[in-house]
């Protein structure tokens, strides 16, 4: 079974930067396909944030796309999402997803809540 | 940027009625088209890929249908766990959208 789980801090202040990682096991990230990043504020819907093919390419949202960074290690089976200049907007639950493609296989983490506040 | 449209925002039935959940494209998405399922404090949940297949484990009440620009989600005799949030996603091109969602309540 693909497990997905996210990581990082749950509070962040306006202005800096965000960096969430995405470990997942029971499926090798190297294997194909890609993965994403999604995001919730509370009580509305879902945001595609971006996407990142095995093979290093990645699209992204283009309402974050001058911010947003995700990159791949394959020998820790993890991605990683990079968010500039946070601001209040930012709040949100973000969540990993995957693999994209093997929809037999695919799986949500269970998300974890960003707050940016001071 | 493909523009999905849910319908209706807000569908009242009670268990054991069926429900018929649309979303509607901007332009032509083919058959990219995936059901996601969101209980109220969970993650969402994959229900069907490419317009029509089942992930796996979803009971077999869950169907989907549509190509093009329209697509529904069919859940048959509904039962109290599938109160939930419904968003439809597409994958045809990038950037990969979402509908805004349709809230299934009990009535």
């Known amino acids: 079974q693909v497990q997905l789980r996210e990581s990082g801090p749950g509070l962040v202040r306006p202005s800096e930067t965000l960096s969430l990682t995405c470990t997942v096991s029971g499926y090798s990230i190297s294997s194909g396909y890609y993965w994403g990043w999604i995001r919730q504020p509370p009580g509305k819907g879902l945001e595609w944030i971006g996407s990142m093919f095995h093979s290093g390419t990645a699209y992204y949202n283009p309402s974050l796309k001058s911010r947003v960074t995700i990159s791949l290690d394959s020998s820790r089976n993890q991605f990683s999402l990079r968010l500039t200049a946070l601001t209040a907007a930012d709040t949100a639950f973000y969540y990993c997803?995957?693999?994209?493609?093997?929809?037999?296989?695919?799986?949500w983490g269970q998300g974890t809540l960003l707050t940016v506040s001071s | 940027e493909i523009v999905l449209t849910q319908s209706p925002a807000t569908l009242s039935l009670s268990p054991g009625e069926r429900a018929t959940l649309s979303c509607r494209a901007s332009q032509n998405i083919n058959t990219y088209l995936a059901w996601h399922q969101q209980k109220p404090g969970q993650a969402p949940r994959l229900l069907l890929f490419d317009a029509s297949n089942r992930a796996t484990g979803v009971p077999a009440r869950f169907s989907g249908s549509g190509s093009g620009t329209e697509f529904t989600l069919t859940i048959t005799s509904l039962e109290p766990e599938d109160f939930a949030v419904y968003y439809c996603?597409?994958?045809?091109?990038?950037?990969?959208?979402f509908g805004q969602g349709t809230r299934l309540e009990i009535k």
């Open positions: 996603q597409q994958r045809n091109s990038w950037p990969i959208t």
């Open positions: 997803a995957g693999p994209y493609g093997d929809y037999a296989r695919f799986s």
